[in-house]
């Protein structure tokens, strides 16, 4: 999923291209020599597996055995599992407490670097979370926040408080791991939100000023308002990562304490590779297909109301 | 050029400079603090890498340790015996670095060369060349976005599996040689800003298609070529899903995969910190040189496009 921020024209550029046509069937050849490595691509490793992935979640299948057709059954099943639900509750509260808290951040973090200073530096540091591998960023905030001997609770300590469990702890777990992840992802996605901020016209902040308006009324009157497709195609690509949760999950908690953190992701991941339930993975993951789908078809519509904004 | 700008136009700053009032310094502490926490855990993460597990069960918490020590390093590189690593805290478990470098390196700049490579072709010819089926063809291969990786993570392990590729560098790779969805929406975005009139003069001189994308297109095209492989490059280093489900055998598990096992074979009731911490120090190490190698292109190609 991309956000451009560019000027390409796509509609331009192919249209003016339409009138000068020459030569279309050498053009052909070309075309499908180009296009023959990525073809095959994406017919074996992505349409392939997708429709593969549909007919293994009819089935009956441990990965060594035929596969037996059994219909709906999975999903039957899958509706009936408490599991099944917990996990997609999990994945809902760790998404809300995750894009909620990242988008505030981040939005914070852009608008302080609009203001203040257009340094490389800051951009740079301020997204160095993001360029770190999950496995490692787990195994670091996995220290850090140790009950006993991490940084986090001594400061907690200095400041009078009791420790915390943080990753431990079955009502702290998900929140953790959200918060987490906020943390390594909100200075990249201040970097979008700072990218979208230099499309709007500055003028637009110079006669608010002469106007009278603060900083606050100009980020809620200008900024804010102005921003919206930015912030609803953000959203919409950040919203299908955080679904996505897995890697944090599988190196910190395992899904545990007492099932606290199994999100959907990681219930797949045990279904099919722990436990070798292939089909009913299967009939899992084209849920969570089906969910994700939706979710940004809903977004886009909010994204197609909202694009008239600068003119 | 009509290509899009990669940089972040300069602003003039003159007449919307203000007073430094006490709203602009608290804006100020405000970014420092949200700097502070971004990189504390960071530098935190280094301190602990010379720092003995002793001290650390301890409680020092002060920020140089009082008694440096590289033990944590050479324990990790595999130089310490395996008394001396159990003395320090370890578990004795070895990352065999070296390997595992060499594996993530394999890996990574056989991603980045195929992908940009392919993907370079294919958005050439979505961006430029007329044939039957363009448009409705992107727009398969877009829906391919849609597609969450755990869906064809399943039937792609059976397959890899099935062509006995377990455990090898093909069967890693696969999935992710021959093209991305994204990779190639972010060049044909790109090409399609190339003014036409530019392959028009070439083609009047009798030169094919693919000597217009040889000669003109790609040279044209480094800065958004490069700044995919960077972002390509980040994408396969970061990745951990598939290489742990199919990588697992020493010759071919890549650094990300064998930090988590090195964390999971530390035991849970007085883990190995200092090891941990400067395993991790080793993993951050390339992705610190890539940045300070890169970061302005980076950066700034951040503003330009978003992924996952």
Redesign the interface.
């Known amino acids: ?10 509609a331009r ?2 249209g ?3 009138t ?3 030569r ?1 069937s ?3 050849r ?6 023959l ?6 017919a ?7 429709l ?2 549909f007919w ?1 979640s009819l089935t009956d299948w441990n ?1 060594l055995s035929e596969p037996r057709f059994v219909g709906l059954d999975n999903y039957r099943d899958m509706l009936a599992d408490g599991k099944f639900w917990n996990a997609l509750r999990i994945t809902a509260e760790y998404v809300v407490i995750n894009i909620g808290s990242q988008t505030v ?1 981040a939005l ?2 852009a608008v ?2 609009d ?4 340094s ?1 530096l ?8 993001w ?6 960023v ?7 926040l ?1 009950h ?2 991490g ?1 986090v609770n ?1 400061v907690l300590e200095l400041l009078g408080l009791e420790a915390q469990a943080f990753y431990g702890d079955s009502d702290q777990a998900i929140a953790t791991i959200a918060l987490v992840n906020t ?1 390594r992802n ?3 996605t201040a ?2 939100f ?2 979208g901020m ?1 499309m709007i016209p ?1 003028n637009l ?2 006669a608010a ?1 002469v106007d009278g308006a603060g ?1 606050w009324t100009m980020f809620r009157r200008v900024t804010l308002p102005l921003l919206r497709p930015v912030t609803v ?2 959203l919409v ?2 919203v ?2 955080s ?2 949760i ?2 944090t999950v ?2 910190t908690t395992k899904g545990g304490p007492a099932d606290a953190t199994r999100v959907i ?1 990681y219930y ?2 045990q279904k ?2 722990n436990e070798f339930h ?1 089909g009913y ?2 009939a899992m ?2 849920t ?2 089906a969910i ?2 939706a979710l ?1 078809a809903t977004q886009m519509r909010m994204l197609r109301a909202s694009t008239s904004d600068l003119r | 050029m009509a290509l899009p700008s990669l940089t972040a136009a300069p602003r003039r700053i003159g007449p919307r400079r203000r007073r430094i009032g006490p709203g602009r310094i608290l804006a100020w502490v405000a970014l420092a603090v949200l700097l502070l926490v971004t990189l504390y855990p960071f530098v935190w993460m280094l301190r602990t890498a010379f720092t003995s597990n002793r001290a650390i069960f301890n409680g020092d918490f002060s920020l140089v340790p009082a008694d440096p020590t590289l033990i944590n390093f050479s324990r990790v590189l595999g130089h310490a015996s395996a008394e001396e690593a159990i003395a320090a805290g370890g578990s004795g478990a070895q990352v065999d670095f070296w390997l595992y470098l060499r594996n993530s390196v394999i890996f990574t700049a056989a991603l980045v060369a195929g992908q940009v490579g392919f993907s370079a072709t294919a958005a050439y010819a979505f961006a430029r060349l007329r044939f039957r089926g363009r448009d409705a063809l992107f727009t398969v291969f877009l829906a391919g976005l849609m597609v969450p990786p755990i869906f064809t993570v399943l039937p792609n392990f059976a397959l890899v599996r099935d062509l006995g590729w377990l455990d090898t560098f093909p069967g890693l790779l696969a999935p992710y040689l021959l093209m991305t969805p994204f990779a190639i929406f972010f060049l044909r975005q790109f090409f399609l800003g190339i003014p036409p009139e530019i392959e028009d003069a070439a083609t009047i001189d009798g030169a094919g298609k693919i000597t217009v994308f040889w000669r003109i297109i790609l040279p044209m095209s480094t800065v958004p070529l490069s700044t995919l492989a960077v972002i390509t490059a980040v994408f396969a280093w970061n990745e951990y899903l598939w290489p742990q489900l199919t990588g697992k055998d020493d010759g071919v598990r890549l650094l990300n995969v064998a930090l988590g096992v090195f964390a999971q074979s530390s035991p849970t009731s007085s883990p190995d910190w200092a090891g941990l911490m400067a395993a991790a120090t080793l993993q951050v190490l390339p992705v610190l040189l890539l940045l300070i190698v890169f970061g302005r292109k980076l950066v700034n190609s951040i503003g330009f496009t978003g992924i996952k």
């Open positions: 999923m991309t956000l451009t921020v560019g000027r390409a024209g796509p550029a192919t003016q291209h339409g000068r046509r020459r279309p050498s053009d052909a070309v075309a499908w020599l180009f296009l490595p990525s073809l095959a691509g994406f074996v490793f992505y349409l392939a597996p997708t593969r992935g293994i990965l951040l914070a973090i302080l670097m203001r203040l200073t257009r490389v800051v951009r740079a540091a301020i997204v160095v979370p360029l770190v591998p999950n496995v490692t787990a195994i670091v905030t996995l220290f850090m140790d006993n001997v940084f001594h943390w909100m200075g990249y970097l979008l700072f990218a230099q500055r902040y110079e000023a900083e195609l953000v690509v950040s299908i990562g679904f996505q897995f890697d599988a190196v992701y797949i991941y099919a590779f292939m993975a299967a993951a084209a969570l297909f994700l789908i940004t």
